[in-house]
């Protein structure tokens, strides 16, 4: 008998709809880095802080992601 309450196609569908996010998640930060680097090179400053809390922000929710999918294999 299985551990999982999933059988293994909606943990496949569950997989792909997590790495769906994270990519977006990344491509979001992408964006993010360039934004802000424009920005600061063109002397506003104060972009910087908030650019930065929205970056860990999007590091948090990955790795949350990551440990979700490390317990849905278990």
């Known amino acids: 008998m299985?551990?999982?309450?999933?059988?293994?196609?909606?943990?496949?569908?569950?997989?792909?709809?997590?790495l769906s996010i994270q990519v977006i998640l990344v491509v979001l930060?992408?964006?993010?880095?360039?934004?802000?680097?424009?920005?600061?090179?063109?002397g506003?400053?104060?972009?910087?802080?908030?650019?930065?809390l929205a970056s860990l922000g999007c590091f948090a929710l990955n790795i949350g992601l990551l440990r979700y999918l490390r317990a849905l294999d278990r």
């Open 2 to 18: 299985s551990r999982s309450p999933f059988i293994r196609g909606q943990r496949m569908t569950i997989l792909l709809g997590i």
């Open 29 to 42: 930060q992408l964006w993010l880095l360039t934004a802000t680097m424009d920005s600061f090179l063109a």
């Open 44 to 52: 506003r400053d104060s972009v910087v802080v908030p650019a930065a």
